[in-house]
């Protein structure tokens, strides 16, 4: 006898859901095992375990839904089959996407072998019922579940392969033609499984024996199964979602490091990480131009090793104290210190110098400016400042300084002395101004000559040049006086040419004649090669060989017009 069953709405409809929520799911997952190459073997196996069970769950509940009146209990062993039948079919799917085989012949193959391990599942399935009832099959909606079954496996894997090349998106369009490959997918297979359920005709046997097994409410166990699949879904979506965002943050971290090392790597500055050890960790482009040494050369290596000797030891003392401390004294600053390059030269730097911790260690990231150029662009501009453009002797504003310095420094005596060349005039008026020049330049070469380190000459203007002795009296000045006029006295020859001129020299003495720069300045006096003085106000002109002496008193204290 016949029997004629009835389905239960809600659990056909449950069996929908699953179905879709399952493709929708395994859709999602193809999409990640092709964004993520390094881990699409995880996606494989995951998505061969939801989609496989999504499949089998709402074929398990729509076979549930059939209610015939009579218990039905299911032969575990086959169950478990038409489980893995069904893992099968999603895994032969997702291997084929993973391995970018979207070739037709590949497609086909690959939905033929799908479609047998569905058919497979289902009719396992409906074999593993126990009940007082056998089936018979209707030959022609049996083939048409399988073809049903091979067209949705092509279409699927189509739609898989479509998801796989995917660019990534987030925008409406993308979600609704997602949901809608989801849905084609879900009802097809749906289509399937009551195809096959159409096929088969159920008849009572006639000598009804008990059955065997536990007997669970039908409903209920739709519903459990229903609900573990869908727990696992949402775990899943999540799951997706949660590496969806997690890839993204990963790609920006990437990109960001990728703009960094470039932007490093491009940089004009050198920039050196090292760790609290002093062990050097990156080393950029501009680091290998300014120290000579290549970055294999120094990854690996102390960070002294391009520091000067005298710097090495309090550089590993403030190393320590930060570590000890986190007292940052160099930190966020910027200061000037020596570089060592690889030539073993020595070179003034500027370093800015940062720092970043993580739970373990400390690491310090410099950023150093080889300032060569500018140290020589500030010396040149105290050169024109400070030093006279003809002579390159100290003008008048470093003499003052400098004179200022050493009144402060000096221990007992200092003697100014005020160097005239007479007869500097004719020689500029005869032979010109260029030779006037050489002939100022050769003078005080000579006069240098005859000082020692500490003694400073500067060119006050014109033929007047200025002399500070540290820690000399009126004798030793008088004895230095003496040379000098004898060595100006000596001819000068000059483009071939014998020039004759001699030297007036005045001297102030600290602190007789003045303790500041300005009052040595006024009281110069003239002193006589015999020693004799006439007083601050008495001038007395010192020749050399072919000038002579002579005095005259004057209340200016300037020294006399040269009788010539």
Known sequence: MEVVGEYNEWLVLLSVVVSILSSYTALQIVNR????????????????????????????????????????????????????????????????????????????????????????????????????????????????????????????????????HKEKGDNKRDHIKGWGSSTFMGMAICGMHYTGMESATFYMESNQSPISGPVVDPTMLAWLIAGGVLLTIGFLIALIKFD?????????????????????????????????????????????????????????????????AHFRGAHQQA?????????????????????????????????????????????????????????????????????????????????????????????????VMFLDFDRFKQVNDVYGHRMGDLLLNEGAVRVKSLLTQRDLLARQSGDEFIIVLPDTGAEGAKEVAELIIEEIATPFTIEDRDLYISGSIGISLYPEDGTTPDLLYQARRYIDVSGKTNGRRTVLFLYGRNGSAHHSETPTGKRAEESR
Do not use: C
């Open 319 to 415: 190393i320590e104290r930060y570590t000890q401390t986190k007292n940052a004294r160099v930190i966020g600053k910027t200061v000037e210190l020596e570089g060592l390059n690889k030539d073993g030269s020595t070179f003034p730097m500027e370093l800015s110098l940062s720092t970043v911790e993580d739970e373990e260690s400390t690491y310090f990231t410099g950023i150093i400016r080889d300032i060569t150029e500018r140290f020589e662009n500030e010396k040149r501009i105290r050169e024109l400042v400070y030093k006279d453009d003809l002579t390159h002797l100290p003008n008048r504003r470093a003499l003052y300084e400098q004179l200022a310095g050493y009144i402060q420094d000096v221990q007992e005596n200092l003697a």
């Open 33 to 164: 095992m092709a964004s993520v190459q390094r881990t699409r073997y995880k996606w494989l196996i995951l998505g061969s375990l939801t989609f496989g069970g999504g499949i089998w769950s709402m074929h398990f509940i729509a076979m549930l839904a059939y209610d015939m009146g009579m218990p039905v209990v299911y032969d575990v062993a086959l169950v478990v089959l038409s489980i893995l039948a069904a893992v099968a079919s999603s895994f032969t799917a997702f291997f084929i996407i993973s391995k970018g085989l979207d070739k037709k012949v590949w497609r086909f193959t690959g939905a033929l072998l799908i479609a047998l391990s569905i058919v497979s599942m289902h009719y396992i399935g409906m074999d593993a019922m126990k009940m007082n009832a056998w089936i018979e099959y209707n030959p022609w909606l049996v083939a048409a579940s399988g073809a049903i079954a091979l067209a949705v496996s092509f279409v699927g894997l189509r739609l898989f392969s479509l998801y796989a």
């Open 244 to 308: 969806t965002e997690m890839e993204t943050t990963n790609t920006r971290l990437e990109v960001a490091n990728e703009m960094y090392r470039s932007i490093l790597e491009s940089a004009n500055d050198a920039v050196v990480t090292s760790d609290e050890n002093g062990i050097v960790l990156a080393w950029n482009k501009s680091a290998e131009q300014t120290f000579g040494y290549k970055a294999d050369e120094m990854i690996g290596e102390l960070l002294t090793k391009v520091m000067p």
